[in-house]
């Protein structure tokens, strides 16, 4: 089959399903969600795996347990809207840790796209172990500082500490120090790569050039 792009119906069903708020509505057009939605996700999963698998052997790639689902889990949260407004996927590799995981993602929303690498929510030891490795200029960080000072595709991101802990450090470096979470991100309005077949080249394209980022965040992560 393969992947074609996403229609304009991906964001539009996702937005009336949410707004919709109901089990009986999503019931009834389930069989949208399939067609523009899921499907089509599964198809760029398939694309995206060969290279994904380069990246690390270890990535999860199986479409059901990456693809975002449309319901929320409302269960710890005071918003109880059942249906989330947008859709992604997430390539790592322990699906159970995704919350506090390296990984890769790519996700369709309401406003436009966003793809890159990084933590969804950073466990404090983990940026602890990755301030360490930076402050000794481990090779992995240095890897890792030259790929992203050499790409202009991706930005870092993050919450950052209100005092600067690490005035005495290089500028350069201080972005990575000073922050309570990281990611390296392409955040666009433009839903043209998404509703274009050469979608799976601009994601893979963009991944390679995150992989020593990639490395150096999964090397600190089994170090804690």
Same mark, same amino acid.
């Given at each position: 089959?393969?992947?074609?792009?996403?229609?304009?119906?991906?964001?539009?069903?996702?937005?009336?399903?949410?707004?919709?708020?109901?089990?009986?509505?999503?019931?009834?057009?389930?069989?949208?969600?399939?067609?523009?939605?899921?499907?089509?996700?599964?198809?760029?999963?398939?694309?995206?795996?060969? +290279?994904? /698998?380069?990246?690390? @052997?270890?990535?999860?790639? =199986?479409?059901?347990?990456? $693809?975002?689902?449309?319901? &929320?889990?409302?269960?710890?949260?005071?918003?109880?809207?059942?249906?989330?407004?947008?859709?992604?996927?997430?390539?790592?590799?322990?699906?159970?840790?995704?919350?506090?995981?390296?990984?890769?993602?790519?996700?369709?929303?309401?406003?436009?796209?966003?793809?890159?690498?990084?933590?969804?929510?950073?466990?404090?030891?983990?940026?602890?172990?990755?301030?360490?490795?930076?402050?000794?200029?481990?090779?992995?960080?240095?890897? +890792?500082? /030259?790929?992203?000072? @050499?790409?202009?595709?991706? =930005?870092?991101?993050?919450? $950052?500490?209100?005092?600067? &802990?690490?005035?005495?450090?290089?500028?350069?470096?201080?972005?990575?120090?000073?922050?309570?979470?990281?990611?390296?991100?392409?955040?666009?309005?433009?839903?043209?790569?998404?509703?274009?077949?050469?979608?799976?080249?601009?994601?893979?394209?963009?991944?390679?050039?995150?992989?020593?980022?990639?490395?150096?965040?999964?090397?600190?992560?089994?170090?804690?």
């Amino acid at each position: 089959m393969g992947f074609d792009g996403f229609s304009q119906e991906a964001p539009r069903f996702l937005l009336e399903n949410r707004m919709n708020n109901s089990k009986e509505w999503y019931e009834e057009h389930k069989h949208v969600y399939r067609k523009y939605v899921y499907e089509p996700f599964v198809e760029l999963v398939k694309e995206l795996s060969p +290279a994904m /698998k380069e990246i690390d @052997s270890s990535i999860i790639t =199986v479409p059901s347990k990456i $693809i975002s689902r449309v319901r &929320r889990d409302t269960r710890f949260t005071k918003d109880k809207t059942l249906y989330r407004d947008n859709a992604w996927i997430v390539f790592l590799r322990d699906k159970s840790q995704m919350s506090i995981s390296p990984c890769f993602w790519f996700e369709l929303g309401q406003y436009g796209i966003s793809y890159g690498v990084g933590y969804y929510k950073a466990r404090t030891a983990s940026m602890a172990k990755m301030r360490e490795m930076i402050l000794d200029r481990h090779p992995s960080f240095m890897a +890792a500082l /030259k790929a992203y000072e @050499s790409q202009d595709e991706f =930005v870092i991101g993050g919450e $950052i500490y209100k005092r600067n &802990r690490y005035p005495e450090q290089p500028e350069n470096m201080q972005q990575w120090l000073n922050r309570r979470n990281i990611v390296f991100e392409n955040v666009s309005r433009d839903f043209g790569p998404a509703f274009s077949a050469g979608l799976p080249d601009v994601l893979i394209n963009g991944f390679r050039k995150l992989k020593p980022i990639y490395d150096f965040l999964l090397l600190a992560e089994s170090s804690v």
